[in-house]
């Protein structure tokens, strides 16, 4: 179990002048979700398309299965399933003949490996007459998984696929996706959404190209130094410049109708804080202290990198 | 080889689940052979000409009426002043100035000789040659009629003549029809089979469906056969479907060998596909294939030698059409269709075209790329 499914070592890849990735090594073990969760822009579509073979890194190696993603593409184009950030499977076909389009390149059937996307392929299957252009950003994410998965890959990439797609249906997603990890196979996913990392095994934050840290979701919360308080009140804008100038404070970040401040164990009491922010003429001043979310420590991680 | 076959079968769903494909593919040759072929004749009818007759005797009537009868001219104007005529010609209203002047017939009897003057609109060439043809057969006609009327038949059997008779060969009634149709035949063969493989893959890429595709371990040799054999057959279907529609509708003679017509069609397409897959394995999007296509087209069918003759290009014009894929096939076309060439007569441009078909699709595959 514990035997490395996925090894990236010193990875960099350029767009011209742009450095996409810089110099990433990771280790993703069998049977693992690993997510990566970073803004856009940070390098992960890159990373996922040297993982898939799809271009070729400028430096460092990666393997997959113990294959080369350069040297050996071609074995791993047959264990792989890559579910691409954009939506990429034939709009004109009926959700029936994409399933089995990509079941028969792959030199299977629908029926062989029924038992592995029948949770999914059961809830797109009273539409399997429609083409896959009219069905709902939802169910097209499903349907991109089932052809993902039809070949029953050891290794599944996907590439942001919960962008774009309604609240309720990223959550089913997520829940196929932690039961695809009975079937033992390794699932790497990229989400710009924080509050997916913790449904992850473990999660690298990346940005810039870099990564920032890898680690299980409930130690990146751990790991977090300072005390948090969600702050409200009726001025929200003024709310966030006002508490920024408040001295002691380490950093103050919108989330929702909330600021979260941030600020290290000195004493500091709400009391101060709510006067202070009465004093400044705010109204209906609501302090209370909160748990940090990996969102929290993403955002406190990519301000001491900078 | 199976996964070749699931390709075509899924490019065959696409193409017939384009609502416009069968439109496309029925109607537009039928169009296009009933408008072209009717449309581009180089044959000159009703050609416009002013008459002023300053002689007005019977000799000049007999001019005028000889030009009359002629089915290629209409008298529409008369008068006696060059300038009216001239105003005419300006306005478009007449093609053509024949100009009789005064003491015509007088100088016949008397001189042996008389002069008249045509004046042709040369703002087409082409047709001004033509106008220009037509009206000096006239003049020699009346010229011959002259000959018999004024000489003694003594005189006449004892001057010399060379008679020159002349036969129309591959096209006896000089049918333009018959010479346009294996032609436009190519036309249209060419930009089904070039648009649509064009189009194709750079369709996948824009659509985004090719990144899919490239993780699959489909081999690319694989992929390109799969999505150029639905086009190869289509293309093929359409030729034979042109050539029922020229047998029935125009009664176009086929002297030569069907085998042999789609024999050379079978190559010449997979000329124009190699070229439309590489256009798309180098543009990204469809709009960049299909101008980057169009001009190609365009210089390809100008140069064919459908509208103008290759013969009459100037040297380097007619060493740049050695490239010109479509300028061989019509060639073997008019040869196979008209003259009933065999294998052995096109042997030169079916070799030259399975050398262009080798050589273009082996670029493209080269070209073609899974990885970037």
Known sequence: ?306 | MNTILFIIQKEFIQVFRNRMMLPIIFVVPLIQLIILVHATTFEMKNIKVSVIDLDMSSSSRKMISKFEGSPFFIVSHTSFSDKEAQKEMKKGNVDMILHIPYGFERRLVKENTAKVQVIINAINGASAGLINAYSMMIILDFNRELLVEFLSPAMLASTRNINVSTSYWYNPKLNYKTYMVPGILCLLVTIIAFLLSGMNIVREKEIGTIEQINVTPIRKVQFIAGKLLPFWIIALFELAFGLIIGKLLFSIPIIGSLWLIFLSAAVYIFVILGFGLLISTMTNTQQQSMLVSFFFMVIFILMSGLFTSIESMPVWAQNLDRINPIAYFIRIMRMVMLKGSDFHDIRDSFYSLVVYALAIISFAVWRYRKVT
């Not at chain 1, 009465?278 to 209370?288: A, G, Q, W």
Request: with cysteine; net charge negative; proline share 4%.
């Open chain 1, 1 to 306: 179990m514990e035997n490395p499914s996925i090894i990236v070592r010193n990875i960099s890849r350029s767009y011209g002048s742009v450095k996409a990735l810089d110099d990433i090594s990771f280790e993703i073990l069998k049977g693992e979700l690993f997510g990566f969760i970073g803004p856009d822009g940070a390098g992960k579509t890159t990373l996922f398309r040297i993982l898939a073979t799809l271009l070729l890194p400028d430096e460092g190696t990666a393997s997959v299965e113990g294959l080369d993603v350069v040297k050996d593409f071609k074995k791993i184009r047959k264990i792989l399933g890559y579910m691409p950030g954009r939506f990429s499977l034939y709009m004109d076909l009926s959700v029936e003949e994409n399933l089995s389009f990509y079941a028969t390149i792959f030199g299977t059937t629908i029926e062989e490996n029924y038992n592995l996307i029948k949770d999914i392929y059961r809830q797109i299957e009273p539409f399997k007459k429609r083409k896959a252009g009219q069905l709902s950003g939802g169910m097209k994410q499903k349907l991109a998984l089932c052809c993902a998965l039809i070949h029953k890959p050891a290794v599944i990439f996907l590439d942001e696929p919960t962008t774009g797609v309604d609240a309720v249906s990223r959550m089913e997603f997520w829940e196929m996706l932690r039961r695809l990890k009975e079937s033992n196979i390794t699932i790497m996913v990229s989400t710009p959404y924080m509050d997916e990392a913790s449904l992850c095994d473990r999660v690298a934050l990346i940005q810039d190209g870099k990564i920032m840290k890898i680690s299980k979701p409930d130690e990146i919360v751990a790991d977090y130094r300072h005390e948090l308080w969600a702050v409200r009140s009726g001025r929200f804008f003024e709310l966030l410049s006002d508490l920024r100038a408040y001295p002691g404070i380490h950093s103050v970040h919108a989330f929702g109708q909330a600021a979260h401040v941030a600020f290290d164990k000195s004493g500091m009491t709400a009391e101060d804080l709510r006067k202070y922010l009465i004093n400044n003429r705010h109204k209906d001043v609501v302090i209370e202290e909160i748990k940090p979310t990996i969102e929290d420590c993403f955002m406190e991680l990519m301000s001491s990198e900078k």
